[in-house]
Structures are given as structure tokens and as C-alpha cells.
């Protein structure tokens, strides 16, 4: 029994380190300009499975920016597809930081909202009015989620 006491015990290691902790995620993920950023994040089968940017300013309103009007805004939506395949409602609370090459946040948005018991491919939706330099120019996102049954 001494020889599988360790086995067992690493194990159950993976088991515990496997497991979602108290619902809180952090992923820092590259500017998702023209593609889905997966984020797969469940607690208690309330899933967020990635997040999309909407309404990213095209070429010429860069270039426009870059060459006549450096402070020009955008809004920019981040739209999270989530799935709760619970019995019980829960609520979401979701964070972005959109950083520039340094690291720093440019800019932030949150939002809080519900997803109803056994709905499935729904979403929720941050936005952020930010420089449209800043958006073109930012390397990477900061995206926080916690998710709190009810």
C-alpha cells in the first residue's frame, strides 16, 4: 500500500490542480482584430467560450487617424459567447484591458449580466470607446472573467 500512496497522491494532485478554482479567470491573449479569441472558461458548467471584437475601425479609418485626426475614437463591442448548461442561473462579470507595447492599459471596460439556466450559445457584451490608435496599435488584450452561479 506504501508503494501506491504516492501514485495516489500525485493524482490527486492533478485532480485538485485540474479543477476550477472560485470561478475567477485571467487570460492575456493577442489583439483579436479579425479572429475569435478561445477562452474555454467553466465553472460550475457556465461556460465562456471566447470573445470576438466587433466594429473595429477598417484600413481608412486608420489611416485617416494616422495621417489627419490622431484623436479620433472608436467604439469597439466585445462580444463573449457563453453557454450555461446548469440547472440554476448564473451571473457573469467580465473585465478587458486592452494593452499598448509596453504593457500598460490604454484602455478598460466591464459589464456584469445573467445567462438563464440550460441557455446555450448566448453572449454578453463589453464596450469601450478608446483611441482608434490605440486599437490598431495594441499588441494584446487583458480579459478577466468571474463566474458566480446563483
Not at 73 to 97: G, M, P, Q, T
Request: hydrophobic share 35%; net charge positive.
Amino acid at each position: 500500500m506504501t508503494k501506491r500512496h504516492p501514485m495516489l497522491a500525485a493524482l490527486l494532485l492533478a485532480t485538485v490542480a485540474a479543477a476550477p478554482g472560485d470561478g475567477r479567470f485571467e487570460k492575456t491573449v493577442p489583439f483579436p482584430r479579425d479572429r475569435r479569441a478561445d477562452l474555454d472558461w467553466t465553472y460550475q458548467k457556465c461556460t465562456i467560450r471566447s470573445v470576438q471584437v466587433n466594429n473595429y475601425p477598417n484600413a481608412d479609418d486608420i489611416e485617416k487617424a494616422r495621417s489627419k485626426d490622431p484623436g479620433d475614437h472608436s467604439w469597439l463591442w466585445w462580444e463573449f459567447r457563453v453557454d450555461n448548461r446548469s440547472a440554476r442561473d448564473c451571473k457573469i462579470h467580465l473585465w478587458v484591458e486592452i494593452l499598448d507595447k509596453a504593457g500598460k492599459v490604454v484602455k478598460d471596460g466591464d459589464r456584469s449580466g445573467s445567462v438563464d439556466a440550460g441557455k446555450i450559445d448566448d453572449s454578453l457584451r463589453v464596450s469601450t470607446r478608446m483611441r482608434t490608435l490605440d486599437a490598431a496599435d495594441s499588441p494584446g488584450v487583458r480579459l478577466r472573467a468571474e463566474i458566480i452561479p446563483k
